[in-house]
């Protein structure tokens, strides 16, 4: 569950629209889609997912949602305020995390 691919990918979405610096309604809507997708998943579903990721090297739209996220502070920050919990409550859940 060490992988971070799936909100880069989502957050992918942001950098392609460049339209989420102003109020971040994108940042908004790719995070009620990543928490989402935490809550509808089972354990086994992302630990398999993580599992196929590893070792992979992050697509071109992975790495510009990674720099998107490096450049813009408040994008990043609103990013990760709404996902956090969510996620880190799912990993505690799967008994990822103790």
Known sequence: MRNPSLL???VTVTVMSGAARADYPIVDAVAEKVINKY??????????????????PPSDMEKRAIEFLHNDPGARAEFFNKVSAPIVTKM???????
């Open 8 to 10: 880069i990918a989502v």
């Open 39 to 56: 809550q509808t998943t089972s354990c086994d579903q992302l630990k398999q997912e993580a599992a196929q990721r590893q070792g992979k």
């Open 92 to 98: 505690f859940e799967c008994g990822v995390i103790p």
